[in-house]
């Protein structure tokens, strides 16, 4: 482990727990998933469904069903759909599948209790979830499936060591465009960037790696190494950054940082079983000068039109966790960061601009594994934790953590942001950070 | 593929055990058990009387587990000694012989530490198992190894984390059977695997 | 591309896959050396390597990113194939006297052939691309090349136990034309069946279900197998070029020469690790064409008796301490080539010099044998008026053909899919549309009563599993890019690796230049490749461009490269009669309606092959010791085992 013990977070804030969802799942739920557009989530659970609850009133909406054959890992709906949801799923029986739901069946005259039923005359249509499509091709269990940003691609990952990309061709025709073999391990966990058609995964050998297409094939364009044990759950800055909090700093120096940030794109943070968070930042590409001309048999093949990254480690949070960190969540819409694991701690982490000079000791962002000054603005940020709270599904682990809109009628704006977090217990819980 | 034809082995009644030799008779009936519903009448379990906690997780607590109530943090807490029993009867997969008699669990090296942390979670409690593979490069330690994980996991209460660890210096490849065993997700995947859950029964067939 | 990984890992790598084992007959008896180390073997008849050896170097995963490919005992078959292995052939017995065979060539048998062997090389066009990129020289100068280390005074001949060479060095392409021709008819007769009776299609084991693939090249069949067995009656039952040729030479010349198969020991250079676990398949035995009962109780003797790679050229040179690039890249005098003790077929493997050299040499015959060109070639010859449309897919290694009449109506449609990412997506258009695993959900998905308004019915149940095609035939290889990418192609890093102990006196960088590998002027020590390491998907690509080029290059050395040559037995006439693609199917069907002739084993016997599903054993025997074994095995792969 590198991280030391810890004392838990002192910190102001805590969460207060608006609501669990009901009612829970009798065995183990893995991760749940907010819709993109509509009250709902969607809950990986191991007793082979997905269960779909309403955000407003946290009670269950539908379940997806009768399809996998072992736990249902992960899943991921599919964004910018309109008028009909699609999820995805990945399961440990090794398949992926896709599903299909109008979203009329979703309306929000539906939070009723599910006995209620869905009045279209077909029951076999279990509460309007249509199965669509299986992914097969991976040879053990999918431990993670994500969605690009524009909906066209849907990654997989899995024990087998592999990432895969599907391309959906047209409706329900889903192609294998890419099999990626870089890991050494069980591959743990996928992400796409929030802007460009950039993949990350995460694994078992304790890195991290990038991909991105390369004429017609996808390829590993960076390996991100640091992370002392598995890295289980990584997730993508939002593409605007959000900084809060009053600044000390100068008003020149955040304006660089953020022009640096804007130079980078989005970050990618990490959470692992060394109990560390990590902030990843690319190097923005440097002018290439041109290359001389005339020379050589084998033109200009280095470095000019590479499609390699550089990524390094910028930063690490507080260590806020006793034991593996399952997952993390990087908010859309406060750049606030939350991370749970095996110590049932849900952990809310806020950037902030350093103090000016003087406090330096305090700063967390860290300049590791020979990073060149200059290349690193002048301001700096602090991550610390802004609030915590322990023992959050009782005495379980959590496996899961997230950010979402309000929905409920407890909300004071539309944009008001909760998280969500997935236990063993079978619970999925509704919490509102207080500051 | 006998990892070791002639293992020390220990006799029976010279294992440490708070149990009655009878409450453990090796006729008994084998009981079904991974996540199986029906509590087992026979475990003379300190605890069973115990109160029933009203809380949600014992609603979801489907798995036997004999020692499944949180209220016994009012009473006697669970020790070592009780943690070696539940495993000591655990099946060799290979040798019909108890991983206690065959040393590859041994109580001394069974810690329980209070999980570090605020007031709010002083139930929490750490059971860390190392374990003592026959050989140095016996290929079933990771199978051993869940077996122990297993069986704790489903006869504790939920508040004790399950470490099992290979004991330093024992195996060839300890780190990485460590950092398998270690891995919740594999091993909840391995006991979906229908040749795995098949000798893990069998392994734990001899746990009361 | 996926990296280079070594026999000491593959107990690793292979745990998904742990529980199939393919029964491989040939596998030599193994002999446990102690209880726990189930996959350390030992073979009777085999020398140990030398210790000093390099670890073989398995590199499945560039032929095919399918972990569950390689079991232990393919593992071990592939590592029994190595350039220690050609040496130590090379090392047990004499070569059979050339005078003796050349006499027994002209007719006359004297007082047998004594002792010894009979050693024999062919080699794959990739392999002589590869090489000449990589020395900056001409295909046709890497073939002298080998031929030069194989049989030549200089070469492997100038050391070992009995100084032994190899008596002839032919070239697979000559082979492959036969292989194009059959599998031309092999599409005909198919494609004429299943229009005339589409119910027994399914039912006539003799010709494969349409689309008809491509079985030629060993990583796919390898997955097929054991993967989707679903797609086996689809695979074309022609021999491979390097095992027609293996059952060519060996079938004639034990019958010829009148000596028992193991007498002929032939190695095949490949681009493709893959090749190794061909050669081992029971099917490629003499126990499919020999005709007397006594054999069928033994062991097979091998067609194809060893298979190394481009690779392992270097390593074999190096071993014999020959510098590659000092070999002669001149032809040998053709006057010294020993001749084939069977006219038609000296003519037929050894063309004469005036022949041009054969066809990979057209680029749009793709860069692994040009099957699927050649079949269109042979539909086109039957169709004037007819072109060839080419559409490029999601990326490079899908292309589809179409061959259009004049009105441009469809004649055949075919297509092209290199690599895994793009087979996945075949077979599982080929796949049985009742083989969802969701069957619940299946059922749901066909009643398809609440689609899409508008949508017809059977366009919405369309998924990507059932899918189906309308190909007539698709040519499948493992490799992106094809052949010319074999996973045991030479990598810039290779060169620099062993060129280094092989040219050590070249410090002006005259070895860089050798290996055609100029350093850039900005460069002062190493080459840019070699610098790296590693190389980028972008080096990567421009290497392949150039082993493509070389490949394709084959018949700009001879000029006018369209004309077709002269046989020297006379059958030109015949030839410019009935060619297609610079092939002549009549000469083609005459040479082996001859060797069925000479070795009294029907054509069906000698030039096809068959496919079996490999199961895996797991959850078949419910014998509990078997249970326990399995999940030792599952349990032993630290890391990958659950």
């Known amino acids: ?435 | 593929m006998a990892d070791n034809a002639n293992p020390t082995i220990l006799n029976a009644a010279d294992l440490p055990t708070r149990r009655r030799l009878s409450s453990h008779s090796a006729t008994g009936k084998p009981r079904s058990f991974l996540f199986d519903d029906i509590v087992p009448a026979d475990y003379n379990d300190p605890f069973a009387t115990a109160a029933t906690d009203s809380g949600l997780s014992r609603s979801f607590s489907s798995s036997s587990s004999d020692l499944n109530s949180d209220s016994d943090e009012l009473a006697e807490p669970i020790d070592e000694q009780e943690v070696y029993d539940l495993i000591s009867t655990i099946s060799d997969p290979e040798h019909p012989l108890s991983l206690g008699s065959l040393a590859v669990v041994n109580l001394p090296d069974i810690h329980i530490v209070p999980a570090a942390g605020s007031s709010a979670s002083s139930r929490m409690r750490t059971v860390l198992v190392e374990i003592t593979p026959t050989i140095t490069h016996c290929s079933l330690a990771t199978v051993i190894g869940l077996g122990v994980r297993v069986r704790l996991e489903q006869a504790l209460p939920p508040r004790f984390r399950v470490d099992v660890r290979i004991k330093e210096g024992t195996h060839s490849t300890g780190d990485q059977v460590n950092k398998q065993l270690g891995d919740k997700e594999r091993v909840a995947a391995a006991l979906e695997n229908g040749t795995l859950l098949g000798v893990l029964r069998k392994m734990l067939e001899t746990c009361q | 591309m996926s990296a280079i990984l070594s026999a000491d890992d593959l107990n690793d790598f292979i745990s998904p896959g742990v529980a199939c084992i393919k029964p491989v007959e040939t596998l030599p008896k193994e002999e446990l050396k102690e209880p726990n180390n189930a996959y350390e073997v030992t073979t009777e008849d085999k020398v140990p390597p030398p210790p000093d050896a390099p670890p073989a170097q398995i590199s499945l995963t560039d032929c095919l990113a399918c972990s569950g490919c390689v079991t232990s005992a393919e593992a071990v078959l592939v590592s029994l194939q190595s350039h220690s292995e050609v040496l130590n052939a090379l090392d047990s017995t004499p070569s059979i006297d050339p005078q003796l065979l050349a006499a027994a060539a002209r007719g006359e048998q004297q007082n047998g052939l004594g002792e010894g062997r009979i050693f024999i090389v062919s080699i794959s066009p990739q392999t002589r691309a590869s090489l000449a990129a990589a020395y900056g020289i001409s295909e046709q100068q890497a073939g002298y090349m080998l031929e030069q280390l194989f049989s030549g005074p200089q070469g492997i001949r100038s050391g070992g136990a009995y100084k032994n060479g190899f008596t002839w060095v032919i070239d697979t392409n000559v082979a492959r034309e036969a292989c194009l021709v059959l599998g031309a008819d092999e599409v005909k007769e198919s494609l004429a069946q299943s229009s005339s009776n589409e119910q027994a299609q399914g039912d006539n084991p003799t010709h494969p279900k349409r689309p008809i693939l491509t079985s030629a090249c060993p990583g796919w069949i390898c997955y097929a197998e054991k993967t989707h067995p679903h797609i086996l009656p689809h695979l074309s039952r022609l021999k491979s070029p390097q095992a027609l040729l293996g059952t060519l030479l060996k079938t004639s010349l034990s019958k010829r020469l009148n000596i028992s198969p193991d007498r002929i020991w032939h190695l095949a250079v490949m681009p493709c690790f893959d090749k190794k676990l061909e050669a081992s398949r029971e099917e490629l035995t003499d126990l499919a064409w020999q005709t007397d009962s006594q054999s069928q109780t033994k062991q097979g003797i091998r067609d194809v008796d060893c298979v190394i790679t481009t690779k392992e050229i270097l390593m074999l040179a190096e071993s014999r301490g020959i510098a590659l690039h000092d070999v002669p890249r001149t032809p040998l005098d053709p006057s010294t080539r020993v001749p084939f003790p069977d006219p038609t077929l000296d003519s037929f493997l050894f063309p004469s010099l005036d022949h041009p050299r054969h066809r990979n040499a057209q680029s749009a015959s793709g860069p692994s044998g040009g099957y699927l060109y050649h079949i269109l070639c042979t539909y086109q010859a039957q169709s004037p008026g007819s072109s060839i449309e080419i559409v490029r897919g999601r990326n490079s290694d899908v292309v589809d053909y179409t061959l259009k009449d004049a009105n441009g109506g469809v004649i055949l449609k075919t297509a092209r899919y290199y690599g895994f990412r793009n087979i996945q997506n075949l077979v599982r258009r080929l796949k049985p549309a009742r083989a969802s695993r969701m069957p619940g959900a299946a059922a749901r998905r066909l009643g398809g009563a609440s689609r899409k308004p508008g949508m017809p019915a059977a366009a919405s149940s369309a998924s990507s599993a059932g899918l189906g095609t309308d190909y007539a035939y698709v040519e499948v290889m493992a490799c992106p890019g094809g052949c010319t990418n074999g996973g045991a192609q030479l990598k810039p890093i290779d060169l620099v690796a062993s060129s280094a102990p092989a040219a050590p006196a070249t410090s002006n960088g005259g070895a860089n230049a050798d290996l055609g590998l100029d350093s850039a002027p900005t460069s002062g020590t190493a080459t840019p490749i070699a610098s790296s390491g590693t190389s980028t998907p972008q080096q990567q690509r421009e290497w392949l461009a150039r082993v493509d080029e070389a490949y394709f290059s084959a018949s700009d050395d001879e000029g006018e490269g369209e004309t077709v040559g002269t046989k020297s037995n006379g059958t030109a006439a015949k030839i410019a009669a009935d060619n297609v693609n610079g092939i002549s199917p009549a000469y083609i069907h005459s040479m082996l309606t001859h060797w069925s002739n000479t070795t009294s084993v029907p054509l069906d016997r000698l030039a096809y092959t068959t496919y079996r599903k490999v199961e895996s054993d797991v959850g078949k025997d419910r014998d509990k010791g078997r249970e326990t074994e399995r999940v030792v095995e599952l349990a032993g792969k630290i890391g990958g085992g659950w």
Request: with cysteine; proline share 5%; hydrophobic share 35%.
């Open chain 1, 1 to 435: 482990m590198a991280a030391s013990p810890t004392a838990p977070p002192t910190s102001a804030g805590t969460l207060k727990l608006i609501a669990p969802l009901t009612p829970p799942s009798s065995t183990r739920t893995w991760l749940t998933v907010p819709h993109h557009s509509l009250p709902l989530v969607a809950t990986a659970t191991s007793d082979k469904t997905v269960r779909v609850y309403s955000l407003r009133s946290f009670t269950l909406h539908s379940t997806v069903s009768g399809g996998h054959k072992r736990s249902v890992r992960s899943c991921a709906w599919k964004p910018g759909t309109k008028g009909e949801s699609v999820l995805a799923t990945g399961s440990f029986d090794a398949s992926a599948g896709i599903w299909r739901r109008w979203d009329m069946d979703m309306g929000m005259a539906r939070e009723r209790d599910l006995t209620g039923g869905v009045d279209e005359g077909d029951e076999e249509e279990d509460e309007g979830w249509r199965f669509s499509v299986i992914l097969d091709g991976h040879e053990s269990e999918i431990k993670s499936v994500a969605w690009s940003a524009s909906g066209q691609f849907l990654a997989t990952c899995s024990r087998d060591k592999s990432v895969w990309i599907w391309e959906e061709m047209e409706d329900d025709n889903f192609e294998t465009i890419a099999v990626l073999q870089e890991h050494e391990a069980d591959v743990k966990c996928v992400a796409w960037h929030p802007e460009e058609e950039l993949l990350a995964s995460s694994s078992y050998d304790d890195t991290i790696r990038l991909y991105r297409e390369d004429i017609d094939d996808w390829t590993g364009i960076a390996v991100l190494s640091g992370h002392d044990s598995t890295v289980w759950s990584i997730d993508f800055e939002p593409a605007k950054p959000a900084l809060s909090g009053d600044s000390q700093a100068d008003a020149s120096d955040r304006a660089r940082w953020i022009e640096a940030r804007e130079a980078s794109g989005p970050r990618l943070v990490s959470g692992s079983d060394d109990r560390t968070l990590r902030i990843w930042r690319r190097r923005p590409k440097q002018k290439q000068p041109a290359p001389p001309t005339g020379q050589g048999r084998i033109p200009s093949i280095i470095r000019t039109h590479s499609i390699e990254e550089d990524w390094y480690e910028e930063a690490r949070l507080p260590v806020a966790h006793e034991r593996a960190i399952y997952s993390v969540a990087w908010s859309k819409r406060t750049g606030r960061i939350v991370s749970t694991g095996g110590d049932g701690r849900i952990v809310v982490y806020e950037e902030r601009w350093s103090e000016p000079k003087g406090n330096e000791e305090k700063t967390d962002g860290l300049n590791p594994e020979g990073t060149e000054a200059s290349d690193l603005p002048v301001a700096r940020t602090t991550w610390s934790v802004v609030a915590s709270i322990e023992m959050a599904h009782d005495v379980f682990e959590v496996n899961h953590v997230t950010f979402a809109r309000r929905f409920d009628s407890g909300r004071t704006s539309d944009d008001e942001e909760i998280i969500i977090s997935t236990g063993d217990d079978g619970q999925v819980k509704v919490w509102t950070v207080e500051i």
